[in-house]
Nanobody, 124 residues
Framework: QVQLVESGGGLVQAGGSLRLSCAAS????????MGWFRQAPGNEREFVAA????????RYSDSAKGRFTISRDNIKNMLFLQMNSLKPDDTAVYYC?????????????????WGQGNQVTVSS
């Protein structure tokens, strides 16, 4: 059974920074790509960033490019999202996801495992 647990969310003022973490545990049967998605009230869950197993390929949504950085530590089974220059529109519940494939994917349906979500609130 695979478990993903996010941490690091909270309340921050516009222009500030937050770093989200996601701890992965359990048994993966193959190298796995990971990603971050978010869901604001009344909206569907949307893609934010993804990273492949080796960490040498990353993909970002247009809104995340230039402000967010995704990274991973495969020794510690951790995924990170460094978020800078935060805006009120970034307010959402952020979810980490994992695949059973090493590629960085941007589509919700390509992810097999999900964390419980972590609230990020950016005040203006």
């Amino acid at each position: 059974q695979v478990q993903l647990v996010e941490s690091g969310g909270g309340l921050v003022q516009a222009g500030g920074s937050l770093r989200l973490s996601c701890a992965a545990s359990g048994r993966f049967f193959s190298p796995y790509g990971m990603g971050w998605f978010r869901q604001a009230p009344g909206n569907e869950r949307e893609f934010v960033a993804a990273i492949n197993w080796n960490g040498d390929t990353t993909r970002y949504s247009d809104s995340a490019k230039g402000r967010f950085t995704i990274s991973r530590d495969n020794i510690k089974n951790m995924l990170f999202l460094q978020m800078n220059s935060l805006k009120p529109d970034d307010t959402a519940v952020y979810y980490c996801g994992a695949r059973n494939d090493p590629v960085a994917a941007i589509t919700l349906s390509e992810y097999l495992y999900w964390g419980q979500g972590n609230q990020v609130t950016v005040s203006s």
